[in-house]
């Protein structure tokens, strides 16, 4: 197998299909892996360059799914490290690299493996890339102020990323959106149809986040309401 090559942005990868997760370039993730073909395509890339592709299967169920079972555009990443647990399995750490399109697969029968293209992101007006950029953080904020399963440090750093694409793709990793939304942020190659659908995503979230605190405050009072007035006629009988 060979890396990506620079002139060409072509390559053969080992593939890995992911169940229930969508990996983004710039996210570091640990996965954990059982089955074989998933677990001879990391050995065979850890002998070699340690980038492997990973791609989101359609079908968090299936144990084996077929090449067009497979969405077609993942991530290409790097195995920062490999440890083989006692029962078999495999926790590996990788960082997403790049977006990569994955043209067709080979006949390897023992792991998935594809040839695959680099996809690039078009050149476009940075001006309003940056106005979308605000409204993101200013959304993701208070997306989190109501997600209590996010970090508030998450949208520190956030803030601070400078580079619009990692921006977009950190947002994406953190919503709590399904997996076909998610595969949708990766295979939006412009930064600002990207940028736009996770707005869009960030304030479909937060109208249902601002519903259901409004629930839970009623129910509580409701609750509370019920607690005072138990007391009140335990006192009375007493």
């Known amino acids: ?27 570091i993730v640990p996965l954990f892996v059982g089955r074989e073909k998933s677990i001879k395509a990391l050995e065979e890339v850890m002998g070699q360059e340690k980038q492997i592709l990973l791609a989101t ?17 993942g991530t290409l990443a790097n195995v920062l490290q490999l440890l083989k647990l006692p029962d078999g399995t495999v926790k590996v750490l990788v960082e997403g690299a790049s977006r990569a399109k994955i043209v067709s697969f080979t006949d390897r029968a023992d792991f998935h493996e594809a040839r695959a293209t680099a996809l690039a992101e078009p050149e476009e007006e940075e001006v309003e890339i940056e106005a979308l950029a605000r409204s993101v953080v200013t959304d993701f ?6 997600n209590k ?13 400078d580079d619009y694409s990692k921006l977009a793709d950190t947002v994406a990793s953190h919503l709590a959106i399904k997996i076909p939304e998610k595969q949708e942020m990766l295979a939006t190659l412009s930064v600002k149809e990207r940028l736009e659908k996770a707005m869009g995503f960030m304030e479909a979230e937060i109208s249902v986040l601002q519903v259901e605190k409004r629930i839970r405050s009623r129910v509580k009072r409701q609750m509370e309401k019920t607690q005072r007035e138990y007391y009140l006629n335990e006192q009375m009988k007493a």
């Open 141 to 146: 904020e208070n997306y989190v102020k109501l």
């Open 57 to 73: 299967q359609m079908n968090a169920a299936d144990d084996d799914p077929e090449p067009d079972a497979i969405f077609d555009i």
């Open 1 to 27: 197998m060979a890396k990506i090559s620079k002139a060409s942005g072509d390559g053969v990868f080992a593939v890995l299909p992911l169940r229930d997760i969508v990996v983004f370039p710039h996210m």
């Open 149 to 161: 399963k996010i970090s508030p440090e998450v949208v520190g750093a956030a803030s601070q990323i």
